[in-house]
């Protein structure tokens, strides 16, 4: 593929998470339009089940911090948006429409965050065209009643995402991706074989130790997992999503 839909595509196929921005604000201007494009992402009926908090007050960011941790990227990054999964606004329409509906709490849960994730994709890649770099903080999850608290969001909102935008710093390289053939599958689903799986394994493991991605101490791709995903943390974690989630009306 040459010329313009190559370059049309270059957005999508260089994109990198940035976590090193430099101190210079974005515009008001620029962060609507980047919004805008938000805006243009598919959404299910047209109903738009999402909420885009910009967070600028600095007693907020210094709440947020204490609720889900800091991290370099959050206290660099000029532009905070929480990506928010929104039936407040939708439901409320359909009361003053006469709208006669009932939504069960598991799918608001799942196409709210559908609707809100195509957002949040579409303001990345347009950050990325408009010389803008960007990365996704999940931590959010930890604390998604606090983080409600704080922003003060009404009964079916949930925040999910937090997006950091801003002037990069840094150009680390792409990181590894699974070929095409392990997750493009023709008719049917076909599990890579072993052979493929150790290949990709240690091509990417080899991959990120020369780019420095591990933490000091962790030695492999392997390693990094078990320590992110270790049954210590993750069943409380796990319990602790679940109760927010309900009490939030986001699970039965």
Known sequence: ????????????????????FERKPISKRILEK?????????????????SLIVVEDDEKRDL??????????????????VICC??????KLFEMLGVDTELGQT???????IDATLVAMNIVTAA???????VFVGSIWR??????????????VLPFLLLCIGYSSESPPKR??????????????????????RSYYRGANRALLEMNYFKKGVHSWAEHWSRKFNKKDMAPYEKNLRESLKKMGFLP
């Open 128 to 134: 990325d065209i408009m010389g803008l770099g960007s």
């Open 64 to 81: 947020i911090f204490e609720a889900i941790g800091r991290q370099g990227c959050m206290e660099e990054a000029p532009v905070w948006i």
């Open 176 to 197: 590894p991706r699974w070929p095409l053939q392990a997750v493009m599958h023709e008719n049917r689903y076909i599990m890579p074989d072993g052979r493929m799986m």
């Open 86 to 91: 929104d039936w407040a606004r939708p439901l």
């Open 34 to 50: 980047l919004v805008e494009a938000g805006q243009r992402a598919p959404s299910n009926c047209g109903v738009q089940a999402y």
């Open 143 to 156: 604390s998604p009643r606090k983080i409600a608290r704080i922003l003060e969001l009404p009964a079916n």
């Open 107 to 113: 799918y608001k849960l799942v196409l709210g965050i």
């Open 1 to 20: 593929m040459r010329g313009i839909k190559a370059a049309a595509l270059k957005p999508l196929i260089e994109r990198k998470s940035i976590r090193k």
